[in-house]
């Protein structure tokens, strides 16, 4: 034979990088049974009966495993491994209760703690008053049933697994009390890291619970990836890149903790830091933004939920009725969720009603809390948005219990009749929210929302900004499916938030828009050709000569031939002075014509959002009352003069002077047809 030198690779420690020595040692296992080389669905069920693998890939196929790759995941392992090696050679640990005679070879296990005190012949009294692990248990030797020598315990203790797998059966006293046990048993819900928990938890749970009662030990299982941190790299203090948990909850903030995990799919590793951490408070601060111009303004106007007057739901504004509906869309969607162990499409739900709530509810509904509006919208707008608050501060307790706890406190508790002391102690609302759905009116909303998105997307393409006004909007609904949405009482209001939003004056609905742009239809060639074969060139000479039959539901009809609308591609071509854009049925056409009367309505638009966000860099309460000043050219000064009324009602500002501002104003520049404009105020003395 030869020796050589060989250089490899050698396995050292991970924490601490101590190299690790190879040994063979004997150990003890639990045989898995034969791997049958044939389908599992051809086995008989001798077969199965004879294999513990096959007989927990049969428990395994009765769980919901989450994410769905898990059930692959733990069948392959169950196909590939080798017999379950349980035993390890260390010292503390789960007691191994297995005593092989060295004279005979007879191998018994101790089922009990009371039959190894029934077969004990030396040592009982070292063990008495302890628990089973050693040295105590050590000292006790059993009497062999075969030759009668006596026999003492092997040195090996379990692998952890073996103890961590028998949990549902030795915590829950399986032996002791089978009733109390049934009632337990199994587990609703496990969760763990899925790395490596396949053939370690998860499968020790399985094998225990296949062994014993062929039953699945747990019902759900919630598997998720790894912790990283936000470099990407393996979370350890040798890295530089731990994150404890104590600093991160003072630093963070343990709701943004949660927040980030609840968002996470599980089956993607999470990046854990104080940037990514930041992005997570970002979103909350939404919601925080929300409850504090609440909180403001309902301080401010002195109004109380316990003797303010609310008007009946069906009497308030469609934003109202809207915002409510949604809520309690909400808490059904997010109990839904919750219930199936979807924590991410909560989440998910959730951040959806926040952002509808911040970016469309509370923006379009901003002017009801004023004081100029009218009794009866300011006081809707107040109770509708503490409810909808209110509400959404129970759907949100298991997510984000702290949040939700604050709002709940400063919101019901002491203000509100009957409040419980905590939110966690409230009923989930849904039931409670129910009556405030409307599908109907939801359904129109959507509609508008699709169409406020067509409609900001071609003044952007126009290079249009929104606080220009434009004359006129036309939208068609195709086919009248999305169209009932909209039909009633509740379409003046829709059509008037599509304008205010739009900043247009005037919005008309149409059948379709085949009066307002030169349409073309594109026959899509590889989806056509298989179904129509030899029919293609009549139909495409059909489409080039515009010898076309629109239909209702978005479809064509060419030489006869109908197309669906998926078969076809509709290209709008806008008249001169229009837009058009179209997205699932919904078409709009703005009117992008800018007379004089318009441009200088959006000059004092521009000026009024100069002098919100001077109120806002000074640091003035909304409250505050203030004087303004414009200086500008004479011939801009004449134009804008009509609209500075408005502006101070909207500015909270006692009045609006022509001319510079004083010393020790706040002032501020913006252009108006390329020429300066300098703004200046200052808070009113309160004595004025």
């Given at each position: ?66 994410p769905g790759f898990g059930h692959e995941r733990e069948l392959d392992w169950l196909r590939t491994m080798q017999d379950w090696m349980i035993s390890k050679k260390r010292y503390w640990g789960l007691a191994l209760p297995i005593y092989p ?530 200086e500008a050219d004479e011939a801009i000064l004449a134009r804008l003069d009509p609209y500075l009324a408005s502006i101070a009602q909207e500015t909270n500002a006692a009045l609006v002077h022509q001319g510079p501002a004083p010393a020790g ?24």
């Open positions: 034979y030869r020796l050589d030198q060989y250089r490899h690779r050698y396995p050292h420690c991970w924490r601490c990088g101590t190299p690790l020595v190879f040994r063979l040692v004997d150990e003890w296992y639990i045989s898995m049974g034969p791997l049958y080389d044939q389908p599992r669905e051809q086995l008989t069920r001798e077969q199965v009966d004879a294999s513990l693998r096959y007989q927990i890939m049969e428990v395994v196929d009765r769980i919901r495993w989450i005679c060295e004279a005979c070879g007879t191998v018994a296990v101790m089922g009990g703690r009371e039959e190894l005190r029934a077969r004990a012949v030396e040592g009982w009294e070292g063990l008495e008053g302890h628990t089973a692990h050693r040295p105590h248990i050590d000292e006790v030797k059993i009497a062999c049933r075969v030759c009668g020598a006596p026999v003492s315990r092997i040195a090996d203790v379990g692998n952890p697994w073996l103890d961590a797998g028998i949990v549902p059966f030795s915590t829950l006293h399986y032996r002791e009390d089978p009733a109390y046990w049934q009632k337990w048993f199994p587990a609703d819900f496990i969760t763990e890291s899925f790395p490596g928990q396949f053939r370690n938890w998860f499968y020790s749970l399985l094998a225990m619970s296949t062994v014993l009662r062929r039953e699945p030990p747990f019902r759900t299982i919630l598997g998720y990836a790894t912790l990283f941190g936000e470099d990407g790299r393996p979370m350890h203090k040798s890295s530089g890149n731990l994150v404890e948990f104590d600093e991160a909850a003072e630093r963070m903030g343990v709701d943004v903790m949660r927040w980030m995990y609840a968002k996470q799919r599980p089956e993607d590793n999470i990046l854990f830091g104080y940037h990514t951490a930041d992005e997570a408070r970002r979103e909350l601060l939404v919601l925080w933004n929300v409850f504090a111009f609440f909180v403001t303004y309902a301080r401010s106007a002195g109004w109380d939920p316990s003797d303010a007057f609310a008007p009946a739901i069906s009497e308030r504004p469609v934003l109202d009725r809207w915002i409510l509906s949604r809520t309690a869309g909400l808490a059904a969607e997010v109990r839904a969720s919750l219930e199936a162990f979807e924590p991410r499409l909560a989440a998910a739900a959730l951040a959806r009603h926040i952002d509808e709530l911040s970016t469309w509810y509370l923006r379009r509904s901003r002017r009801r809390f004023s004081r100029a509006a009218e009794p009866a919208e300011h006081a809707s707008a107040f109770a509708t948005l503490h409810d909808a608050l209110l509400q959404l501060a129970r759907v949100l307790a298991p997510v984000l219990p702290f949040l939700s706890e604050h709002l709940h406190q400063v919101l019901a508790v002491g203000i509100v009749d009957a409040a419980r002391d905590s939110v966690h102690l409230t009923r989930w609302p849904d039931q409670e929210l129910a009556p405030y759905r409307d599908a109907t009116l939801e359904e129109g909303m959507a509609t508008l929302l699709r169409a406020v998105e067509l409609g900001r997307t071609l003044r952007g393409q126009a290079g249009i900004r929104v606080r220009q006004p434009l004359a006129r909007l036309w939208l068609a609904l195709p086919g009248g499916a999305l169209a009932g949405s909209l039909n009633g009482a509740r379409a003046d209001e829709l059509v008037g938030l599509l304008g205010d939003e739009l900043n247009v004056r005037e919005v008309e609905l149409i059948g379709d828009e085949s009066g307002l742009v030169k349409r073309r239809v594109k026959p899509l060639l590889p989806v056509i050709g298989p179904r129509l074969g030899h029919q293609i060139p009549a139909v495409m000479a059909a489409a080039r000569a515009d010898e076309v039959e629109y239909l209702p539901d978005g479809g064509v009809r060419l030489a006869g031939v109908t197309l669906s609308a998926d078969e076809v591609e509709i290209l709008a071509t806008p008249l001169p002075g229009t837009a058009v854009a179209h997205h699932q049925g919904v078409v709009v056409v703005i009117d992008t014509t800018i007379t004089d009367e318009l441009l200088i309505e959006g000059h004092a638009r521009e000026l009024q959002r100069a002098l919100q966000d001077l109120r806002r860099d000074a640091g003035l309460a909304i409250a505050d009352r203030i004087e303004a000043w414009v104003a706040a002032r501020g520049r913006l252009e108006l047809e390329g020429r300066p404009v300098i703004v200046g105020l200052r808070r009113c003395d309160p004595l004025d």
